[in-house]
């Protein structure tokens, strides 16, 4: 009896250890998004393009010896704090995961940087959380993102309009750190380059009735409406709105706007909008919509590309790290994502990580052609919207 005891007790011993040893070489990323909420239409494309990364990095087997890689995912909400950082804190204690992508509004990502990464010193890359207010944010080197500020993206969406001889406008925003952010920065550059804001408003979403918003932008006039706020809340609301009451048939968009829901929506009643969102015209955001759509996903989904950039960085880094501990990669995103290096795009992270193992540089441009600058944003480009014969399309890129 005893034998067999002591037998069995060694068994389990080794079978402990192979456990433990097999999930020291686990890596889990959270992917923490707007599941639900106000941008809940364009999720889905952005955990699957992040997935994409991930998948394409694992089945490599060239990560830190042949770690597997796996996503875990939770709902930031887009604007419910408390239940973002909830949600972030459970992906560090109850899943254990070594990084961070997202979270994806302005409001929640503020919030789980000050109140979970920075405690836990976890490294977050969101890819869409635009507010200018992140720029400033105390983040001790962890947080990145790979669309850039709105402070660029106002300057883009008022030169565009002024070009289009649209010298005045309301504006209407929804009520949160990234309405309020490209709100303040549209208005400074639009009325900087010779136009005029009528009236600039917030909005709160989730309401079924938006006749007082549009009735005050109404009697303030302009030749457009600029709506900065989301597709699938408060932003479509007023949309619908002025359209109803005949108020404005003009309207300027930013990238919280710009989704196929939109479009489904109101199709044709908005032809000829104005709309910006982060892209670029580069061979690797051609390279990653194949990619996607051989993978059934909607590569050209506003942010799916960022997602996937994002996720391929932080898997990079802990390449050129050795580790997937984010203390230890941390200071590595800035290296792999910039020049001088080897330029890697969709599709080469087995080849970047084959590179880097052998000692040499990368240059990361992934999807968006990335380029990261102080304090770890996109230096980024835009896409230029419209709607025609009923349809959501790229006509420029600024």
Known sequence: MKKFMTATAAAALMAGSAFAASHSNEIKMGIILGFTGPIESLTPAMAAGAEMAINE?????K????ATVSAVRADSTCVDSAAATAAAERLITSDGISAMMGPDCSGVTGAVLANVSVPNGMVMISPSATSPALSAAEDNGLFFRTAPSDARQGEV???IMIEKGITSAAVTYTNNDYGKGFADAFQAAYEAAGGSVTLSAPHE???ADYS???GAL?????DALVVLGYVDQGGAGVIQ???DTGAFDMFAMGDGMIGDSLVERFGDDIAGMIGTAPGSDNEGGAMFAEMATAAGIDGTSVYAGESYDAAALMLLAMAAAGSKEPADYQSHVFHVANAPG???LPGELGKALDIIAGGGDVDYQGATGVELVEPGEAAGSYAEFTVEGGELKVVGYR
């Open 57 to 61: 990095v694992s089945e490599s087997g």
């Open 63 to 66: 990560l830190l010896g042949g």
């Open 157 to 159: 969406l008022a030169n």
């Open 205 to 207: 979403d989730g309401k």
């Open 212 to 214: 007082a918003e549009v």
């Open 218 to 222: 109404a009697s303030a006039g302009g």
């Open 241 to 243: 709105g002025a359209l």
């Open 342 to 344: 080897e330029p890697i």
